[in-house]
């Protein structure tokens, strides 16, 4: 009898999950139409605004930029819509950078440094979930302290935290090579976007992210691991930042200490900006992506505008803030 009661509870929160997840996904595809359609917007100012924006040259700039960090907010998004949030993301990039350059300075090979700096950058998620799920810190002071450390490791990896040389042709080419006109860099984006967005729709993992950001103690008492899920999208949040830093590492040709610096700001704005709910449950990758170009075309057309980049850290934070209170609307206006 408890066997059946279990089943038939189980099967009605599937249904439920099920339900909950068709409106998400019409309320993100209304949202990434209105993220696409601002984009082109954004791009339509700044051609009016600086005639140096609108050239082939440029638009390849910003297309290898963004697609670094979009990665990363691939692996921000997934954290985020699990609840958590990850701080230590820019540091990840710089250790993983400092890392390459030495591993390629004392002789091995680069595919093995590419191998290992991925699992560095898994190992360091592994160990904020840790903290997190077991040790009970908050995500944010965990990931907090973790960039910290790093952070510091990376100045300390150098004398006089000098940049650190990569020698290695076939670490750069990997990082910049062209397949035909196509960068890389950008059959790297594509493939990761589409693993991710297949995970998040259309896998069970993917359903277990979305039912823990959007009720962690529902999610449990439905069957779902909540601490696994937790552990987990911090691995591949790690994993993904690591592999934006060596792809950074061989476009500069060397491993530099302060490398991803600010890069956990962008990665969350790019996150929010696609729709990702800072409260849990709601999300996609694609947004991310859309985010991730905003952020790219604004630094860019701002840059080209001769605005500092204190300026531009002012305006992304404000971003994030208008953001978060439109979140905050939002789910008052649902209650």
């Known amino acids: 009898m408890t066997s059946k009661i279990e089943k038939q509870q189980t099967n009605g929160t599937g249904i439920n999950q099920e339900n909950v997840l068709k409106k998400i996904g019409k309320g993100l595809g209304q949202s990434q139409a209105i993220i696409f359609i601002g984009l082109v917007l954004l791009i339509l100012i700044f051609s009016y605004l600086t005639p140096h924006f609108l050239s082939f040259t440029n638009f390849m700039n910003i297309v290898r930029q963004t697609a670094m960090i979009a990665i990363v907010a691939f692996g921000m998004t997934y954290v985020i819509i699990a609840g958590e949030i990850d701080l230590s993301v820019g540091a990840i990039i710089g250790i993983t950078g400092m890392m390459s350059a030495i591993g390629i300075q004392t002789g091995l090979h680069p595919l093995l440094v590419i191998a290992l700096c991925l699992v560095l950058g898994s190992v360091i998620g592994f160990i904020n979930g840790v903290m997190v799920v077991k040790v009970q810190?908050?995500?944010?002071?965990a990931t907090l302290v973790t960039m910290s450390i790093l952070r510091g490791m990376s100045l300390a990896s150098s004398p006089g935290s000098a940049p650190i040389t990569i020698n290695s042709t076939l670490f750069v080419d990997l990082a910049t090579m062209?397949?035909?006109?196509?960068p890389i860099v950008l059959i790297y984006l594509a493939a990761i976007l589409l693993i991710g967005h297949y995970t998040l729709n259309k896998t069970v993992f993917g359903r277990h992210i979305y039912a823990t950001g959007g009720g962690a103690h529902a999610a449990s008492l439905a069957g779902v691991n909540v601490k696994r899920v937790r552990v987990m999208v911090f691995i591949i949040s790690g994993f993904l930042s690591a592999f934006s830093g060596l792809i950074l590492a061989g476009r500069l040709s060397a491993g530099l200490p302060d490398s991803g610096t600010?890069?956990?700001?962008?990665?969350i704005?790019?996150?929010?900006?696609?729709g990702t709910k800072f409260s849990g449950g709601y999300g996609t990758v694609v947004g991310?992506?859309?985010g991730a170009l905003i952020i790219g075309v604004l630094s860019n057309g701002l840059t080209l505008m001769g605005m500092t980049y204190a300026y531009q850290l002012m305006i992304k934070g404000a971003i994030i803030g208008l953001a978060v209170i439109l979140d905050i609307w939002v789910r008052r206006e649902e209650a």
């Not at 810190?137 to 002071?141: C, E, G, M, Q, S």
């Not at 062209?178 to 196509?182: C, L, Q, T, V």
Request: no cysteine; proline share 4%.
């Open 137 to 141: 810190v908050t995500a944010f002071l």
């Open 178 to 182: 062209n397949i035909g006109p196509i």
């Open 262 to 267: 600010g890069w956990e700001l962008d990665a």
């Open 269 to 274: 704005a790019a996150a929010v900006l696609g």
């Open 288 to 290: 991310a992506l859309g």
